[in-house]
């Protein structure tokens, strides 16, 4: 032990021969058979960070009844699955789910491993990382390697609540280890013409060996998915109560989109938590985002800044969301808005009685 | 009885924590330092626990000496016993660090006030904000975890279980498990109480014991402080915000103002996108 510390001491800056570890590894997380956005968003980044490395992408696919996860996974990227398919994996428990996946680290001796930093996302690689042992970096928004020989994992995340970002690496230990954001990174196209390998593995504790029970799942029914829509029309305390929503889920409506919401407006109580976009809420990248009435706090930015085309809509002209916009408003949105949905209506409308269906024209 | 642990930071409010915009630096003076909210949420749900089943409460907190005011704020609440580990080697710790001397403090507590049942950490810090701590804890001490715990559904003493609710992104999971366990703390666990006037006239006289590296002979110090964390922090910087040339849209009135976007939308690749 003595011996060892003081090895460890004298090379504290030197990296240790790690040529044994390759590979980037990234755990899918499911329930109930379905995958978790997050976990392609990782394939399609870890993707990146594999080909930088020119290493293999590798998927880890836990669960009962998984399989078709393991032929998704490659279809989005990964060439090498390893998948453990067994009755005592169908809920997500630590013991059982840290038991696989350690072992499957232990044998395969990936370089990096990531995670979403969802609440089973954390809750795993929270133990994982202390059973090994070795660093993980937590809730990242950033991640980049450096190339050969040094391979190291660039990992950043928002620091300070969110007002700064900071670079952590992990220069000692492997695998690197980190969860991500959900919402930050872009999955790859689907491409089913892709062609991968896939491992099973055995799941490593009977059910008579666990000690803990999930007795019951209650889905939350008001939980649409913001992270997942294309449009969101976002409200902020500039609403003024929770009546106008109705025009803004008008507008939404009319494009085809849903309601979101900076926190001000839900800690009003205007609307639930499930709308919420920013630090504490929901991380989001639709391809229009409509900010209106909202202020453009760092907190709220953070949340839906990577937005591909953004208007906001206030009447304070300084408002810091206009430097985000791409269509900047100035003016009440109690005139401005439902003046939009009138002639997003018209225009939709006018579009449909043209001979000539946009599909076409591309 | 019971014996509770409640796993306590001191941190800065980093809500309060301003950038400089000429320096690009942190301005840390007059930010307040103060108990890590969820820890708190933790605490209280132990002191329920104690008020409804009988149980004796310990909070434990790795920090430098100031921390102490934290600990006199969990006595005033209703804490029995406080620790404070603290040792400048145990300064710049990462969460593996940090859980091998938390792991470690908290076997001590059970060898000098009594067996644990349960732990409680906060969700995550509002510093360091990693949430990891909690599951390395329950790691080292070979605990069952559950984390993000909205409630205590029950526990029978007779059977040693426990039922909680997880509150997860995706709607809420009952679990039952076998104590001892280690529990993450939300918000949505309690409402915490305000201190009565004998707890406070308690903490102001209260002393808490002080462990330092010299109390853990079975300490290595090869995994404490900086040295035995994995994770280093390279650089921080503030973010450039997003460079974008925004079109201000301009008109007399709010129609031809909307009518103007909505050409530029229709531009876009938008409505073939979208069928609109
Ligand atoms: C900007 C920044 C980024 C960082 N990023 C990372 C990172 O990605 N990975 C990493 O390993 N470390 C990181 N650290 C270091 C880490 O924050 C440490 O400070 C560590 O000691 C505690 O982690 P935490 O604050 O995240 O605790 P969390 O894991 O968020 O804390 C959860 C709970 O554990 C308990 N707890 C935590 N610390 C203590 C304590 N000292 N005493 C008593 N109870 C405690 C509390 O109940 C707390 O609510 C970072 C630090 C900074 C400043
Ligand atoms: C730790 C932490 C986490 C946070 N997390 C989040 C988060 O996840 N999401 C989030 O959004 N915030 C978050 N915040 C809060 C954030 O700092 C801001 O307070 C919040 O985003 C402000 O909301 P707002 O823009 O709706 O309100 P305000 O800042 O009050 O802005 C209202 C805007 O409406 C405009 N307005 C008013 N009336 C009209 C009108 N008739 N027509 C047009 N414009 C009008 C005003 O000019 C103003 O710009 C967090 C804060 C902290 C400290």
Same mark, same amino acid.
């Given at each position: 032990m003595v011996e060892e510390s003081k090895k460890e001491s004298s090379k504290q800056d030197e990296m240790p021969d790690w040529s044994e570890y390759r590979g980037v590894m990234i755990f899918i997380e499911q329930r109930a058979g379905e995958a978790k956005n997050v976990s392609w968003q990782l394939l399609g980044e870890g993707r990146k960070l594999a080909d930088k490395l020119e290493v293999e992408l590798i998927a880890l696919v836990i669960g009962q009844s998984v399989d078709r996860l393991a032929t998704d996974a490659i279809a989005y990227g990964a060439d090498r699955v390893y998948l453990a398919d067994a009755p005592e994996l169908n809920e997500y428990r630590t013991r059982p789910y840290s038991r696989v996946a350690l072992h499957v680290i232990r044998e395969v001796k990936p370089e990096i491993v990531l995670f979403g930093a969802t609440a089973t996302g954390r809750d795993l690689a929270g133990a994982i990382a202390t059973h090994l042992p070795t660093g993980l970096t937590a809730d990242c928004t950033i991640l980049d390697v450096e190339p050969h020989p040094s391979r190291l994992l660039l990992a950043s995340r928002p620091a300070f609540s969110e007002k700064m970002l900071a670079t952590i690496l992990c220069k000692r230990y492997r695998p690197q280890m980190a969860t991500a954001r959900a919402g930050v990174f872009e999955a790859a196209p689907y491409d089913s013409a892709r062609k991968g390998e896939v491992q099973k593995v055995s799941s490593l504790l009977s059910e008579e060996e666990i000690e803990t029970r999930v007795l019951q799942f209650i889905e939350a029914t008001d939980r649409f998915h913001l992270e997942e829509a294309e449009i969101i029309v976002a409200g902020g305390r500039g609403l003024g109560g929770p009546e106008p929503f109705k025009l803004l889920q008008e507008l939404a409506d009319a494009l085809g989109g849903v309601v979101g919401a900076s926190r001000a407006a839900v800690d009003a109580g205007w609307?639930?938590?499930?709308?919420q976009v920013g630090q504490t809420g929901y991380t989001v990248r639709p391809k229009l985002y409509i900010a209106i009435g909202i202020s453009g706090a760092v907190q709220h930015l953070v949340g839906?800044?990577?937005?591909d085309c953004i208007i906001a809509i206030n009447h304070d002209q300084d408002a810091p969301i206009f430097k985000v916009a791409n269509y900047a408003i100035v003016g009440d949105l109690f005139q401005i808005v439902p003046a939009l949905t009138q002639a997003v209506r018209a225009q939709r409308s006018a579009a449909l009685s043209q001979q000539v269906p946009h599909e076409v024209v591309e | 009885m019971l014996h509770i642990v409640v796993c306590v930071k001191q941190v800065p409010d980093s809500r309060e924590i301003r950038i400089d915009p000429k320096t690009n630096t942190l301005i840390r003076d007059g930010v307040p330092a103060i108990a890590n909210f969820y820890d708190m949420h933790g605490l209280e749900e132990a002191l329920r626990i104690k008020e409804t089943l009988g149980a004796k409460v310990t909070v434990v907190c790795m920090g430098p000496p100031p921390a102490v005011k934290s600990l006199k704020q969990c006595i005033s609440l209703g804490a029995d016993e406080a620790v404070l580990i603290t040792d400048? @080697?145990? $300064? @710049? $710790?990462d969460t593996l660090a940090t859980s091998y001397v938390l792991g470690l403090s908290i076997r001590k507590v059970a060898e000098v006030f009594g067996q644990v049942d349960i732990v409680f950490c906060g969700k995550q810090t509002l510093d360091g904000d990693t949430g990891q701590v909690g599951p390395g804890v329950a790691c080292r001490l070979d605990l069952e975890q559950l984390t993000y715990v909205s409630k205590v559904e029950q526990i029978d003493v007779e059977t040693g279980r426990i039922t909680v609710n997880r509150l997860l992104e995706d709607g809420v999971e009952v679990v039952e498990a076998k104590l001892p366990v280690l529990i993450t703390a939300l918000k949505e666990l309690n409402d915490v109480r305000r201190a009565p006037l004998p707890g406070m006239i308690r903490a102001a006289r209260f002393q808490p014991t002080i462990w330092t590296t010299q109390d853990f002979p079975e300490l290595d110090r090869s995994k404490i402080g900086l040295k035995g964390s994995p994770t280093i922090v390279a650089k921080t910087w503030v973010p450039e915000s997003k460079q974008v040339s925004t079109e201000f849209v301009e008109g007399q009135t709010a129609e031809v103002i909307a009518g103007k976007l909505v050409a530029q939308l229709w531009k876009t690749e938008l409505p073939v996108r979208f069928g609109w």
């Open positions: 609307i639930g938590h499930a709308h839906m800044q990577n937005s | 400048r @080697g145990f $300064a @710049g $710790a």
